[in-house]
């Protein structure tokens, strides 16, 4: 007798649910700017009931502030942290800088949107801000950790953290403005990036690095 196959659990309908609501956010929000989407519309394009996103999101600013989290390069970025960090900065920056800056050129459309929904709605730049406050912090904590081990001279690591972030920013946006520039830039990322951190690094990395300066 043929077995019937096996539903999923709870659990994983529930995370599946989940993520196909935040992709149809990320496409409705996109397309449509904070203040033209609805959550009708989203879960319409989710597949699900209204209700269903109600449940897992409360209202539509934390489905806003769920979207621009799951889609900003910093779940990569802290995956990365955690496997492929070598406490050496050159290649540490350049992994980061990467993960960033590609995230930030294929996103462009939704960088541009909520650059202008923070400009258009004020009580949106709290929850816009919190994405790259968090990259900021995230950065400033490797940097300050390699500051601490000799390796790099600063006395500020989240204004450190800024610039760098800063230069890569800067170089996705003025390509967002441009796709034909942007599909340019999509090629070139590394040795861009490669660039960028150069350029930090001539700032700020210790004359006489102490030795065993690793990441523990």
């Known amino acids: 007798m043929n077995k019937l196959p096996l539903s999923p659990s709870p659990s994983k309908r529930a995370r599946r649910t989940h993520q196909k609501i935040l992709q149809a956010a990320a496409d409705v929000f996109t397309a449509q700017g904070f203040a033209g989407a609805t959550t009708r519309g989203i879960a319409e394009t989710a597949g699900v009931s209204e209700l269903t996103l109600f449940r897992h999101f409360g209202n539509k600013k934390n489905l806003f502030l769920e ?44 960088i541009l949107m909520t650059l202008y929904e923070a400009e258009r709605l004020p009580e949106l730049r709290q929850i816009i801000l919190q994405v790259p406050q968090a990259q900021r912090r995230m950065l400033a904590g490797y940097l300050a950790h390699l500051a601490e081990q000799g390796m790099i ?39 861009k990036v490669e660039t960028f951190v150069d350029i930090f690094l001539e700032g700020v990395l210790a004359k006489n690095p102490q030795p065993g300066g690793g990441l523990s």
């Not at 802290?78 to 800056?101: C, F, M, T, W, Y």
Request: proline share 4%; charged share 20%; no cysteine.
């Open 67 to 110: 979207t621009i989290q799951q889609y900003s390069a910093l779940p990569e970025i802290e995956k990365a942290l955690a496997g492929q960090i070598s406490g050496n900065p050159r290649p540490d920056l350049i992994l980061i800088g990467v993960h960033l800056l590609r995230t930030l050129i294929e996103r462009r459309e939704a």
């Open 153 to 191: 001279e600063t006395t500020d690591a989240e204004i450190a953290a800024q610039a760098l972030l800063g230069m890569l920013f800067a170089y996705a946006v003025y390509h967002a403005l441009e796709i034909e520039a942007s599909n340019q830039a999509k090629a070139q990322i590394h040795s």
